[in-house]
């Protein structure tokens, strides 16, 4: 596998935190574009450093969004966003090392927060 930072992904993801998921700290989490993979039908993942790892490094949680170049990079830029906004809706609200677990983060609830990111991006731009 190789990694390289996702600049173009890390703004959108950004902005859709700025919009949709305050609590995230924008400063903790870094996208990144992998190639080679093996898996069949992962688009992307969410990494996270658990609380052992935090506390013997002594530093905060961070989260690591992965998204998989050789099927991400095929998306339509819609279902590219749909894609990071369900990454980000992994990270829970006390930003603690943990996950959402795919009881929360469904295609619905993806919808939804879709809809309202695009709403709140115009009524932001006007």
Avoid: W
């Avoid at 996702?6 to 903790?28: G, H, M, N, W």
């Avoid at 990270?91 to 090392?97: L, M, R």
Wanted: proline share 2%; aromatic share 12%; net charge positive.
């Amino acid at each position: 596998m190789k990694y390289e930072f996702a600049q173009d992904i890390q703004r959108i993801a950004e902005e859709a935190s700025c919009i949709l998921f305050p609590y995230v700290k924008i400063e903790r989490i870094k996208c990144f574009r992998s190639y080679g993979t093996s898996s069949r039908r992962t688009i992307a993942r969410c990494h996270a450093l658990n609380k052992l790892m935090q506390k013997t490094l002594n530093i905060e949680a961070v989260y690591v969004l992965e998204f998989l170049s050789e099927r991400f990079d095929k998306l339509d830029k819609e279902d590219q966003l749909k894609v990071i906004i369900h990454e980000l809706m992994h990270i829970p609200k006390c930003f603690g090392g943990g996950f959402r677990h795919h009881n929360f983060v469904t295609e619905k609830n993806v919808g939804l927060y879709y809809k309202e990111y695009k709403k709140k991006k115009k009524k932001n731009e006007n």
